[in-house]
């Protein structure tokens, strides 16, 4: 048997065009790109304003089952359908999410897709990319220390500091982080309060920045970002502190979108990446609203699966950007679907048709959830080495007795080639079905109307249940006149349920949420469920022992 | 009277050349070259090969008497000396350290210069750049986050959580973070231990970024850093945590050398910004080294004044990068030296000949200890307008009665035409003087001696005392093998001695050293007199109040 090459090396081996040259296919004037390097650039707002009056592309996002140990493979999908939609002569754009550097030095890799559907540079794209990540760190810290600032120097707007809601954010893993208590040494060093770091991803100024449609609305959103409450209780904003033009300073490259490509030269816009828990999950409005600009299909995808990221870039993305999808592919494995049907990892290579069967009610939930929103949909089954035929073949009959739009993806192995058959079906039905894209809920309902509208629609529950503590918050947010946002709901990736461990399609369980908060600038209510993690660990292993720098210069221990 | 234009005024205005343009100019290939938009660039380090065999530029060092609020322009005549020497004809390259983003947030303004002497885009070199000081930050928080995993995970090297000396970085001016507790919160959030914060630049990583001259230095050198004691007293270091590669990784890009250009489009590397209290206060030797082969001047700086960061240029930089300076130029101002000779900030402008003559004693000083160095120098008057001719005599005389070369710099007014005589002094200098560069001391003395022989001969002091804790890390940096490091003085900026009240140029005075460190991987022992801030607090009105972006896209209240 051959080598076969892994990621970093298909990666590295990739004959890419300047960034440049890819923008100018593109139609982009000279003025409006800034290089960073010879393969990224930087891409003007100006450019959206020029091409105002132009049609816009179709928009299709790509979502997924719920995630399993097994990998569902969404990004090389996402890649692999743009680079399939290019491979059959029409002009498609990809728009992704940028990778944390703290799960990248942890376990994770990168999140550039896999095999011969990559986005390229990769290493580039994995570290510090055009350091967007970066200036938002900067800004979220800014505003922390300006805030410190301001109660050591007599606290005049009364801010409590039992009460500061707004924390630190470091793009890393560090446990350690999480909770710290600051300001110790006496009176020199600050005011002692209780603090912590999450990820920079789930920084609200990540959502922020993945929200905004403009360097106005980006200034609009900042000041609104509560800081915490004063000493009557009264919610004490980034207006109030007067910084929000020094922190959309700190931001005004970051909201440039980036150009890079995938393996084949298909463009690929890759912009933010606010996690898909505690915020919405997807890449930047502006980033999805140029790429439909510049192409005639958008292949975009939502983090986890279509009960989170898909849920939300439909429920608060289209709102926020007044964007108007104009398909689903939903992403499944043979794999994965074992493990819904009760498979462990280690046995999945075995054909198991039984547990397969029993998996596919999560497939069928999600699709159940799509049709909610009035999107036509396509199945596409990314496939892995060890499937067998009896396997896919079950699957698509599923589909196929269902009436479920059901194609073989096989891009990782061969590229946009292996995605021919998804690409026409994709454009096919676009063309042939009726959209009826409908919000699932109005805006004007009650918070813990949205929520349950969500958890009894999307998650198969029989109702939410709120802890005393967020029924008291839910009170709160009424008080403080945000009951007409979105809701984004923090839940675990694994489960249809809050419980990670229920697999499948559960059933006969209720929500529990257990806090609520206002996201003010992100422009949405986030309800908390389970436990969810704003910081993660590094595991026994951390990907870091095994990186290094080769003696060309190049990326070792990355994938 | 018209308008005087700000500095951000005059550098929004200046016409830019493309740094592709800049580095064509230079000879570079374009392979060579990674643009950063139109106006950045980052160099390859393959320059540095390819020009091997070239002959190397002649080294100008800047430095100045000990720094005042009054302000010395020690980046402005750096700047205006390099166009001046284009302006008369030569080929002149300028490098210079990269601004850290926190003291732009509070007071500082940036390091970019002034007036009619500026590097540009002095927006971008202000906020963040081409990333590498966030690159730093990353690097070093990475460790951090790898050390308490390892702790947390079992801490097979047996590591002591309270005598762990690696902390956390953070690129801002943030009080609240100086002395925390972290890893509170119960077992799964890590070991609980006190660390804190110092401001990016303070980190041994960016001392030892600037210090490295390739990318398997920086390597070797990120292995000998020390991250803390085991339960045996002995040092543990990167090296054993096996982490010296991923360090690397993050680092690779942030080793290039930034180019950009003056506002006369004299080339600019702007590359590393340590501490020069902490740390040695010098841009990174491979930008000293790539303009060298790219110019035939080269003009640098060193932080502060010549007893702080010349000393540590020509005692540490000079060895880690085997540069050998030609002339060191003494920048003063007439107020600076009245503020030394006792006139309060607000008196400035009146004309004070006597507390001139008083004050004219600390570049006396300075002088003699350039002499020690066996270094050609030359005085650089910065003009400011306030200055009377005959307090400009006043110094004139001083110098031409000591025989010290003089030169009236109007490069803040006129750019490089107003320092065409500077420019011309200093090139005659390296031609006629001689030149016996000599280092202070032999690595080969023990610690103590080394101090003392700095304390003495370039401050003046009639001696040093250690504390009782310093003599206990004396006899411990010895049993480690780290006596034949050179030293790194943290000293008050403000005076000659140890106490910052002290201008002019006090005399019998001791210095104190409090406490002695190791920084292992940078390549020298950092001794501490008296209280040495390694992260700064904000001030009462934050710079970061007056910035935001223009309707047009550009900075407002950067300076």
Redesign the interface.
């Known amino acids: 048997m051959s080598h076969v090459p892994s990621d970093i090396e298909i990666a590295q081996e990739a004959k890419m065009k300047k960034a440049l040259e890819i923008a100018e296919d593109l139609g982009i004037e000279e003025a409006d790109i ?5 393969y990224k650039a ?1 891409l003007s707002l100006d450019i959206l304003e020029k091409k105002e009056r132009d049609k816009d592309g179709k928009i299709i996002l790509v979502t997924a089952i719920n995630p399993t140990p097994a990998g569902e493979g969404k990004s090389t999908v996402t890649v692999g359908l743009g680079q399939a939609l290019n491979y059959t002569g029409r002009k498609a754009v990809v728009a992704l999410r940028e990778p944390s ?1 703290g799960p990248t ?1 942890g376990m994770k890799g990168g999140a550039c897709g896999g095999g011969f559907s990559q986005v390229v540079p990769m290493e580039d794209i994995n ?2 990319f055009t ?1 967007d990540i ?2 938002i ?2 800004a979220h ?2 505003l ?3 805030i ?2 301001h109660i ?2 007599g606290n005049e707007l009364n801010l409590d500091v039992r009460k500061l809601t707004w924390k630190r954010v ?16 006496g009176p ?4 002692p ?1 209780e ?1 912590g770091f999450d990820i920079t991803v789930a920084s609200e100024i990540m959502a922020i920045l993945c929200l905004s449609d403009s ?1 106005d609305d980006l ?1 609009k959103r900042l000041k609104k970002i509560v800081i915490g409450y004063d000493f009557s209780d009264h919610p004490v904003t980034v207006a109030d502190l ?2 929000e ?2 922190l ?3 931001l ?2 970051a909201l440039k979108p980036n150009l890079v490509q995938t393996l084949e030269n298909t463009p690929a816009l890759i912009h933010g990446g606010p996690f898909a828990n505690i915020a919405h999950g997807c890449n930047s409005v502006l980033a999805t609203k140029m790429a439909a600009k510049l192409g005639d299909y958008v292949v975009t995808e939502a983090g986890f699966g279509a009960d989170l990221g898909a849920e939300k870039f439909l429920n608060i993305k289209t709102r926020a950007g007044k964007i108007k999808p104009s398909l689903v592919v939903v992403v499944a494995t043979i794999r994965a679907l074992k493990m819904h049907g009760g498979v462990p990892k280690d046995e999945l290579k075995e054909e198991n048709i039984d547990a397969m069967k029993k998996g596919l009610a999560n497939l069928e939930k999600h699709i159940e959830s799509i049709k909610t929103f009035g999107l036509p949909h396509v199945v596409a089954i990314n496939k892995f080495v060890h499937d067998t035929e009896a396997e896919i073949a079950t699957l698509t009959d599923f589909c196929n007795s269902k009436g479920i739009n059901v194609e073989l993806a096989e891009v990782w192995e061969k590229g946009g080639a292996g995605g021919k058959q998804l690409a026409d079906k994709v454009v096919n039905v676009i063309e042939e079905e009726q959209n009826n894209f409908r919000h699932l809920y109005d805006l004007e309902t009650a918070p813990e109307e949205k929520i349950n509208t969500i958890a009894k629609n999307i998650y198969g529950a029989q109702g939410v249940d709120f802890s005393a503590q967020a029924a008291k918050q839910l009170e709160q947010l009424k008080k403080h006149g945000w009951s007409s946002l979105p809701v984004c709901m923090a839940k675990t990736q694994y489960s249809l349920s809050d419980d990670p461990v229920k697999v499948g399609r559960p059933s006969n369980f209720r929500i529990t949420v257990r806090e609520l908060k206002v996201s003010a600038g992100a422009g949405f209510i986030v309800a908390l469920t389970g436990n969810v993690m704003t910081m993660p ?2 595991p ?1 292993h ?8 080769s003696s060309e ?1 190049k ?4 994938f």
């Open positions: 800034e290089p960073y390097g010879h930087k550097l030095m570290l510090h350091g970066h200036a760190t900067t810290n800014a922390t220390a300006l410190d600032n050591h120097r470091m793009d890393m893993n560090d446990r350690s982080l999480r909770h710290i208590v600051a300001g110790l040494g020199l060093q600050g005011v309060h603090s360097i200034r007067k910084v033009g020094a959309t300073l700190l005004k490259d660990g590094l026994k951390p990907g870091a022992l095994d990186m290094d720098v210069g990326a070792v221990g990355l």
